[in-house]
Structure formats: C-alpha cells, structure tokens
C-alpha cells in the first residue's frame, strides 16, 4: 500500500473505529445474505440457506475480528483499549494500585543500585596504568588509620614524591577520585 493511503487508513482506524467497525459488520453482513440468496435459488429454504452461507464464510464475528486485527493501527487501538482497561482497574483498587507502584519503585531502586556498584567494579581506574597503583596510608601496626591524610598532607606528598610517577586522591565521604587534574565520582 503507498504511504499517503496507508497514512489516511491509520488515522480514520484510530480516530473512528467506531464507524469504520459498523461498516466492517455490515458489509460482512451483507455478503452472508448474498450468499444465501444464491443458495435459496440453488433450491435450499432460508434457514438453510442462511445456515450454509455462515458456515462457507466462517462465521460474521469471526470474519470482523480477523478483518480488524489486519487494519493499519490495530495494535495501536488495541494498547489504547489495553491502557483504559488497566486505568479503570487500578482506579477501582487504589490498595492495589499503592502495591504495584510500590513494588515497582523498590525494584527499579534495588536494580539501580546493584547496576550501579556492578559498574563501578567493571569501570576501569582514571589512570594511566592501574595495575601499578600504591595505597598509601598511615597509622600503626599495618593498621590504616581511619582518618588518612590531610589535603595539605597530599599535597606535600605529591610534590615530594621522587619514587611515584603521579598520585591520586580520594575522599571517601564524597566517593570521587582525583587523578591526573580530572575528578570522577563513582555514586550518584
């Protein structure tokens, strides 16, 4: 079918299935009748007739639902009609209605979050060579202290560092890392 027709056909199925649909059924209709007046003049009475003329076409509802489901914009039609019929059922059990939105809403935060450290453990460090990298720390004992060093601290560091081709530095309370001039924060 060219585009243009194709279009126009789309937009009166969605705009007036109504009309479109009493259409269908009556000329449906009308082919059954006509069939069964050929076969009243082959010499069967009315009923049937009628009868044979129903049973050769497979039946008026049958014809007009698979005649439907082949119109540009069945599906369409069909998840409109889908969407008002869950509205008006979610509208009816708003104590269901409260459920469902909620379920959704802690699965998609459970999903966002698993996705989100699963990605951070998979995203390569901002450095040139990760493999070569040195946790610096103090404290005791090859026990970390839990403060780390100072700004101030880093800074001296860095610029005294001899041994280290560069230094990064991360804070952990607003989860980014420094390397090489560029911060990235790795938790939204």
């Not at 082959?42 to 509802?61: C, D, M, S």
């Not at 014809?63 to 540009?72: A, F, G, N």
């Not at 914009?73 to 869950?86: E, H, K, N, P």
């Amino acid at each position: 079918m060219p585009f243009l027709p194709h279009i126009r056909s789309f937009c009166r199925n969605l705009l007036h299935g109504g009309r479109a649909d009493a259409e269908l059924d009556q000329e449906v209709r009308s082919y059954v009748d006509l069939l069964a007046e050929e076969k009243m003049q082959a010499g069967l009475a009315p009923q049937e007739a009628l009868r044979a003329a129903r049973i050769e076409t497979g039946g008026i509802e049958q014809v007009t639902q698979e005649v439907r489901d082949t119109r540009s914009g069945a599906w369409l039609a069909s998840l409109l009609q889908d969407l008002r019929y869950a509205g008006r059922t979610l509208r009816k059990r708003p104590g269901f209605t409260i459920t469902v939105v909620l379920t959704l809403a802690l699965g998609i935060g459970v999903n966002t979050g698993i996705f989100s450290i699963v990605e951070f453990m998979f995203r390569s460090l901002p450095v040139v060579h990760p493999e070569q990298l040195v946790v610096l720390a103090t404290g005791q004992n090859h026990q970390p202290e839990t403060e780390g060093f100072s700004y101030p601290e880093y800074l001296d560091l860095k610029q005294q560092a001899s041994t280290f081709s560069d230094m990064a530095g991360y804070q952990v309370d607003i989860e980014a890392l420094s390397a090489q001039g560029q911060a990235t924060q790795f938790f939204m």
